[in-house]
């Protein structure tokens, strides 16, 4: 596949996507679904990923969403032909559901700095990867979207450049 071909397809799915998060805004799930969109083969290719929300103002790190590539098969093809199904079909994705419940806060949430690359890189590893990529921009109200992932994907290094533009799209969720 050219260049033009792989980076036209994931443009063109990216232009879709928030008048789709829009559509479905009172989903609970839309975060998770919006992540797995994002994740899936046909755009970034991602093995895992895992989406936190860092508040500094109340020192707490939340999980947001988590991917794992083998989890998919818990999902329709389409998660977005029927998007209120997501939720009930990934009761048995437990990397995603582990990723929901992480919470760091307090004295705890002390031993991680998200500014900090080496933190974060070892925050991907305690989440279960083990070469991780990370990016990370602001968001609404002083706080911090932070997509952590991994990737053996061979046409990634195409794609990466639009990730950074595609990852604050979970901050409409």
């Known amino acids: ?27 609970d799930a839309l975060p998770q679904i919006v992540l797995h969109d994002l994740s899936h083969d046909d755009v970034f290719g991602l093995d895992k990923a895992v989406y936190l ?20 098969k818990f999902h329709h093809q389409n998660l977005w032909e029927k998007p209120n199904n997501f939720r009930t079909e990934m009761k048995d994705a437990v ?6 419940l992480f919470l760091r ?3 705890r949430r002390k031993d991680i700095n998200t500014h900090d690359e080496d933190d974060v890189v070892e925050l991907g590893k305690v989440l279960g990867m083990q070469n991780p ?12 979207g932070i997509l952590i992932f ?10 990466k450049d639009l990730l950074k533009q595609a990852g604050p799209l979970l901050s409409l969720c």
């Open 105 to 107: 806060n307090g004295i």
């Open 1 to 27: 596949m050219s260049y033009e071909a792989d980076v036209g397809g994931v443009f063109d799915k990216l232009l879709c996507l928030p008048e789709k998060i829009l559509l479905h805004h009172e989903l």
């Open 53 to 72: 929300v860092d508040n500094p103002d109340f020192d707490c790190l939340k999980g947001v969403a988590g991917f794992s590539r083998d989890e998919c």
């Open 150 to 159: 991994e990737t053996t994907h061979q046409s990634f290094a195409r794609k």
């Open 95 to 100: 990397y995603n559901e582990r990723m929901q």
């Open 133 to 144: 990529s990370f990016l990370t921009w602001n968001m609404r109200h002083g706080n911090h």
